[in-house]
């Protein structure tokens, strides 16, 4: 598809390039895809935790904040030690994380590559116990669970903060779709507004995919999938971590 004129005779890009430049820029080069992936991924997890685990999250830790004091105030229904686990595991993970991205070499590239090597270590045994685990699960699989996955978006969160992608929190969508509303947009093929609405649809369908991942076949199908999603971002960014282009470096 060829580029359009646009107003004053200037030329607006084609939608095919537009696409483009939202997932693939100069300034981040191919990290925002590999981010959508981990958004996608983050939609997975959190379908995952609500359903099986105790209803608890394992990436929005707002959430936890509240039903830690809704079991406090003893309301019913909700588990304050699960919550309280995912909060301390996922914390934990962030520690871990920030660690992780800091003996990276200064190259955004290898800090998303070890970290998902990080999540990958997390995720192989959580995607063997609940294959290996009769549902509904005992009470002390859930624990290991949540553990195991609020240390892994701990760590992803660490990864968002270290490699200062706008738009691209892949956890945290608050903040997304606020700007999203709030921002004044150059038009619908506005790179920043486009980026946000991927995020959001990443997310999304990440929840469904997990949604129905759980509801057709199992919780282990789910994070079977998850596990997928961690390994393809692992091979795409071992192979740009070896770029030595100006977008690798620390923000």
């Known amino acids: 598809m060829t580029a359009e004129a646009g107003p004053a005779g200037r030329r607006r890009p084609s ?39 105790d209803h608890v999250f394992v990436a929005a830790q707002t959430g936890n904040f509240v039903l830690i004091g809704l ?27 920030s660690r992780i991205c800091r003996y990276s070499g200064d190259h955004r590239g290898r800090a998303l590559r070890n970290v998902t090597v990080f999540k990958a270590v997390l995720a192989t045994p959580a995607v063997l116990i609940t294959l290996l685990s009769s549902d509904p699960f005992h009470a002390g699989v859930r624990i290991v669970l949540t553990i195991l996955l ?9 990864l968002i903060r270290y490699l200062k992608v706008p738009d691209l929190m892949t956890a945290v969508m608050t903040l997304t ?9 150059s038009g619908p093929r506005d790179l920043v507004l486009l980026r ?6 990443a997310f999304a369908a990440g ?14 199908a789910a994070l079977a999938f998850g596990l997928a999603i961690i390994v393809a ?10 770029t ?8």
């Open 196 to 201: 946000r609405g991927m995020a959001l649809a």
């Open 150 to 158: 609020a240390v892994s978006m701990g760590s992803q969160l660490a």
């Open 15 to 53: 939608v095919g390039r537009t696409l483009r430049d939202v997932v693939i820029d100069d300034r981040h080069g191919p990290l925002p895809a590999l981010l959508l992936a981990l958004t996608v991924l983050a939609g997975v997890v959190d379908a995952v935790s609500i359903a099986g685990l």
């Open 207 to 220: 929840v469904i995919a997990g949604g129905l991942l759980i509801r057709l076949v199992s919780i282990g």
């Open 233 to 242: 971002v692992i091979l795409a960014s071992h192979l740009v971590s070896r």
């Open 177 to 185: 779709m606020t700007g999203a509303l709030t921002d004044h947009a």
């Open 71 to 97: 079991g406090i105030a003893g309301i019913g229904g909700f588990s304050v030690v699960a919550s309280a686990v995912s909060l301390v595991s996922f914390l934990a993970g962030a520690l871990a994380g």
């Open 244 to 251: 030595p282009a100006p977008w690798a470096a620390p923000r």
